[in-house]
């Protein structure tokens, strides 16, 4: 099979797939800082939103 690039710049018909893996993570980590909250369960809950709001 030969690449070509044009099958490497395809692009995603969506970000569907990436938000909704993502708002799982934060949903998991809201969970964790619940339960334990430390600074790096909110650095993560931090990283995830700014994550979400550049999508």
Sequence with gaps: M??????ATIPLHSDH?????L???LRQCWAMY???PTEAN???LV??????QSI
């Design 2 to 7: 030969t690449f070509t690039p044009a099958m």
């Design 17 to 21: 797939h990436v938000r909704v893996g």
């Design 23 to 25: 708002e799982a993570q």
């Design 34 to 36: 619940n339960a334990l």
């Design 42 to 44: 909110r650095y993560q």
């Design 47 to 52: 990283r995830l939103e700014r994550l979400l």
